[in-house]
């Protein structure tokens, strides 16, 4: 089986690295970025596509890691060159956080081109890709998926088959837009904390015994005390991924008042010039002693 790669930033490079660990052929990599798709096609022995075009006919399978709507659509749908030139017989796993709208329109294009498209939205961070520990929420038709799992179980420790397309990007969404919420609760909390003057390697204790509790507080919550906020999952993907759930609820009629505020503040952080740190980095909003984000380790 062939493989190949479009986007391979932080994660779609770790999943590109591994599969070739697991010894499966990668054989086209492509990347807006050229250096990017150059560097990692030396890496792993395989064409640095110069065309999108020139992926499909590498592939039988193509895995995109693009995390823009409007970037999704551009690839598929483009005028000239797109994947869907020549893709009968090909399969697309579509892995970023987009829109759900986005993953629905691709189905329908690749169903007109005659191939077939799955959503394997991640739940998961850089090292997981890298070790094939992600978390695969994925959406589309269930004869697809049940195609793509065998290599979607060599990626991910679960691998969860959630619906129809655009039903996975929704779950996905949701899972972002609770983990932002409580990241910027545990900046505030621990800014609070650093402001009374408690010691908060104990208030970290504390939180991780209590109601407290989550996960970004094993994930982040040290980093946030030493302001070290190297990019796992950046401020602007948070921004970007509160605002698809936000749009989701307005289409609904349903207000997010939580949401609506971890938004502004990851907005805030763009703003700033602080899009590029891990979400982590949203401490630097709150601490009081960071004002203008001063300090060497930001």
Do not use: W
């Amino acid at each position: 089986m062939n493989i190949g790669f479009v986007g391979v930033g932080r994660m779609g490079v770790n999943m590109a690295r591994h599969l070739k660990d697991r010894q499966f052929q990668i054989t086209a990599v492509y990347d807006i970025d050229r250096a990017k798709a150059t560097s990692l096609a030396a890496e792993l022995g395989c064409a640095a596509a110069q065309d999108l075009s020139q992926v499909t006919a590498e592939s039988d399978v193509i895995f995109t890691v693009i995390t823009e709507d409007n970037a999704m659509r551009q690839i598929f749908g483009g005028t000239g060159d797109n994947l869907f030139v020549n893709a009968r017989g090909k399969l697309f796993v579509n892995c970023a956080t987009i829109s759900p709208q986005v993953h629905v329109d691709i189905e329908k294009l690749a169903e007109k081109a005659g191939a077939q498209t799955l959503e394997a939205c991640m739940a998961s961070s850089i090292p997981q890709a890298r070790e094939g520990k992600l978390y695969l929420m994925c959406g589309g038709n269930e004869e697809t998926f049940r195609k793509a799992e065998p290599i979607l179980k060599e990626l991910g420790s679960v691998v969860r088959f959630i619906g129809k397309s655009g039903e996975a990007a929704k779950v996905k969404a949701l899972v972002n837009m609770v983990m932002n919420i409580n990241t910027a609760g545990l900046a505030e909390g621990l800014a609070l904390g650093a402001a009374l003057g408690l010691d908060l390697n104990m208030l970290r204790e504390v939180f991780s015994q209590t109601g407290a509790n989550s996960r970004v507080l094993e994930t982040d919550g040290e980093d946030m005390q030493n302001r070290e906020h190297s990019c796992f999952f950046s401020a602007a993907h948070a921004a970007k991924d509160s605002g698809i759930a936000l749009e989701l609820g307005s289409s609904l009629g349903l207000d997010l008042p939580l949401a609506r505020a971890t938004k502004e503040q990851y907005d805030r952080m763009l703003a700033e010039g602080l899009g590029e740190l891990d979400k982590s980095g949203i401490a630097e909003l709150t601490f009081k002693d960071r004002h203008k984000h001063s300090g060497d380790r930001v």
